[in-house]
């Protein structure tokens, strides 16, 4: 079974700080994806970054970036400079490998609430 | 840009009653999935499909099912609602670069 675990149930941070928001993630498979989503107060999902377990490159965009590693199951997000318009919540998510190619369904943790004080 | 579309943004149904949530993807998307959002539990998958008439049960489909007559559609049924189904329904469809694509949701109030 796949499992996705955000502790971080919620952070508050003063803008322009940085903020790094943990995902730890149990999988069987050999081959999965990792993800991040956005949901702002709208309620909408937006996505943010897709990885596979063949790429452990650290990726950058922009004031974000991620940090994955296989080693500790972690795929975690940082933000730089943090913004108001940051504050929602986000979400970490996992999905195995579909037998006709591609992501299957995904597994979410329970996401963490970042509150952005300017 | 990906575009879904939820039947309703809100919707209030009495126990018992049989109850449609309609999604609609314009990019020709072959997967389809439901998922539910209830405060502490995060995400839950309930039915997906990787093609029309097919589907497949996520981790929580009783007391669900699904129809996929058509790519573009992906319903979800309550086929007698309860006050357990209250809840955030949100439809996603994923596009060729794997990421999934998510809906507004349909905040069900059943009662």
């Known amino acids: 079974a796949q499992k996705v675990t955000q502790a971080q149930t919620e952070i508050s941070v003063v803008e322009k700080e940085d903020v790094t928001l943990d995902c730890v993630y149990e999988?069987?498979?050999?081959?999965?994806?990792l993800f991040w989503y956005k949901q702002p107060p709208s309620g909408e999902l937006v996505f943010l970054i897709r990885?596979?377990?063949?790429?452990?490159q650290n990726e950058i965009s922009g004031r974000y970036s991620w940090n994955f590693q296989k080693s500790t199951s972690s795929f975690n997000f940082t933000i730089t400079a943090s913004q108001v318009v940051d504050s929602a919540v986000y979400f970490c998510?996992?999905?195995?490998?579909?037998?006709?190619?591609?992501?299957?369904?995904?597994?979410f943790g329970k996401g963490t609430h970042l509150i952005i004080q300017p | 840009d990906v575009k879904v579309t939820q039947s309703s943004r809100y919707l209030v149904k009495r126990t018992g009653e049989k109850v449609f949530l309609e999604c609609v993807q314009d990019?020709?998307?072959?997967?389809m999935f439901w998922y539910r959002q209830d405060p502490g539990l995060g995400l839950r998958l309930i039915y997906f499909?990787?093609?029309?008439?097919?589907?497949e049960k996520g981790d929580i489909p009783e007391g669900y099912s699904v129809s996929r007559e058509k790519k573009e559609r992906f319903s979800l049924i309550l086929e007698s609602a309860s006050t357990n189904q209250t809840s955030m329904y949100l439809c996603?469809?994923?596009?060729?670069?794997?990421?999934?694509?998510f809906g507004p949701g349909t905040r069900l109030t059943v009662t």
């Open positions: 996603a469809s994923r596009g060729t670069g794997d990421e999934q694509y």
């Open positions: 999988t069987r498979d050999t081959t999965y994806y």
């Open positions: 990885r596979n377990s063949f790429d452990e």
């Open positions: 998510a996992l999905s195995g490998w579909y037998s006709g190619g591609g992501a299957d369904g995904l597994t």
């Open positions: 990019m020709d998307h072959e997967n």
């Open positions: 499909s990787y093609d029309v008439k097919m589907k």
